[in-house]
């Protein structure tokens, strides 16, 4: 069955960190990918995956095509181990430098698409890194297999595949959103069309709302002249089926994980700086996208608009490191600890700090913050889906309220039960802020158990076999 079903993605499923003394630790990730992939049974499919850092080269060097599947778990991994300039090209120049920012609407200086001298370089590199993968799963798949391309970073990859094994059934994921023509085209129209063509040589692309979907026909209708039915996108005589599959959080996961002893014992200290007062929380990447120093000047709004609130609440934001090679990240990370800081000396009391910020990734202790939230606060200017307000009612104690940026994906599903904000607009979320913090507990608990049903609706292990059926069918 191995060869039947595969994964290909830029992150895999493990990571390695190399010692001083040469020694490999191997650390499993978690995410929807993982757990959908586990609905195959132990050990099916083949997940294909890049060397990310230089544990990651050393154990795929020293394994040779596969991983060891005890550090796997089980699970088939084949870690590509491509040249650590053509991969730092295509992947924090290319994809995260350019196609993010593109589809996260991050156009305005300094968070703004980057084309400088060294573009064409890059993007050449981006088409080595893709092909790498290409020839890579061309060599495992077996006949007739079903391929599971995943986002941005491997766009290029179904058409590549597709050149090399006509055979195989072809799938692509895209976990972002889709920017519409208009801003599409800040693409070179060359590297436009290519992304386009690209996933074009999948059998199917699926989206995690109709909007990204739709999107993504618009620009191939616009840009290459493609035909749009309801069937999918029908271009040079060949259709794309479109599909939308909108990844739900893992309900019995979480609800059993969240209350481990390690969750407790976190949770314990956080409700020792907080006391019992009321707890806005958000976790995120520290991600330009999530929007999180417009949330902490929302918070400040609240304070100052509403001092009745000074001192009864408590701001929890954890804000982990992400994509750190990026100095724009790098200073964005700076900036959301300066405004927290500058918070907590404008407003901070005896026995009170306003804003409770964390930057050191903890698993256990982000599961404690949605246990003990009140409010959540999720506000990115764009995002694909958002599983952190999916996943915060599933775990809250008490029932937890939702304010939710219209612009992420996660808005079409939630939207009914949660307060809704213009994640442009610090006035209007402060004031989301207050009514949230304001409903009644028969209110906020009715809510809740709304906002939790309908986040676990397409749990990752039905989200990932509907895709594969859709894909075979
Ligand atoms: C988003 C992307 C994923 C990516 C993740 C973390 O969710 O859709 O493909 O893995 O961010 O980003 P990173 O650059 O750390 O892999």
Not at 451 to 473: G, I, M, S
């Amino acid at each position: 069955m191995t060869g039947q079903v595969l994964v290909a993605s830029n992150r895999g499923p493990v990571s390695y960190t190399l010692g001083d003394d040469g020694s490999l630790t191997a650390k499993r990730g978690g995410g929807g990918l993982v757990s959908g992939l586990s609905a195959l049974g132990p050990g099916a499919g083949t997940w294909v995956c890049a060397a990310l850092g230089d544990g990651d080269r050393e154990a795929a060097r020293r394994a040779g095509p596969r991983l060891d599947l005890a550090d796997t778990g089980g699970q088939a991994v084949r870690m590509l181990d491509i040249p650590p300039l053509t991969f730092d090209a295509a992947y924090n120049g290319i994809a995260n430098s350019v196609l993010w920012f593109v589809h996260h609407l991050l156009y305005q200086t300094p968070f703004e698409p980057v084309f400088d001298a060294d573009f064409e370089a890059r993007w050449a590199d981006y088409r080595a890194y893709n092909a790498a993968f290409a020839e890579a799963l061309a060599d495992e798949a077996a006949p007739g297999a079903a391929v599971l391309v995943q986002d941005y970073h491997l766009s290029l990859v179904p058409w590549l595949l597709r050149e090399r094994r006509p055979d195989v059934r072809v799938g692509h994921f895209s976990h972002t959103p889709w920017a519409p023509p208009e801003l599409f085209r800040v693409l070179p129209d060359v590297v436009a069309c290519e992304v386009l063509l690209g996933i074009l040589g999948a059998d199917r692309a699926a989206f995690l709302t109709r909007r990204w979907a739709d999107a993504f026909a618009a620009c191939c209708a616009d840009l290459l002249g493609a035909e749009v039915t309801d069937e999918g996108v029908t271009f040079e005589g060949r259709t794309t089926r479109l599909g939308v599959h909108g990844l739900g959080a893992d309900g019995d996961f979480l609800r059993e994980r969240a209350f481990r002893p390690d969750v407790d014992e976190r949770l314990a200290a956080l409700r020792e700086q907080v006391g019992d007062r009321r707890t806005i929380v958000r976790v995120d990447r520290t991600e330009l996208s999530k929007n999180i120093v417009r949330g902490l000047l929302a918070y400040r709004r609240l304070l100052t608009d509403r001092p009745w609130w000074r001192g009864r609440v408590t701001h929890v934001a954890f804000a982990y490191p992400s994509r750190q090679d990026l100095a724009v990240y790098r200073d964005y990370t700076a900036e959301v600890s300066r405004v927290a800081d500058e918070i907590n000396a404008a407003f901070g009391a005896e026995g009170w700090t306003p804003v409770v910020l964390h930057v050191k990734d903890d698993f256990a202790r982000s599961l404690a913050a949605y246990r003990m939230a009140d409010v959540a606060l999720v506000n990115p200017i764009r995002d694909g889906m958002n599983l952190v307000a999916k996943e915060v009612p599933v775990v809250s104690e008490r029932g937890c309220a939702l304010v939710l940026s219209r612009e992420a994906g996660a808005a079409a599903e939630l939207g009914d039960d949660a307060l809704m904000v213009n994640p442009y607009d610090i006035a209007g979320t402060a004031e989301a802020l207050h009514m949230a913090l304001s409903l009644s507990d028969q209110e906020r608990e009715e809510r809740g158990k709304r906002l939790a049903a309908a986040a676990t609706a397409l749990p990752p292990r039905a989200w990932f076999l509907d895709q594969l059926e859709a894909l075979r069918a």
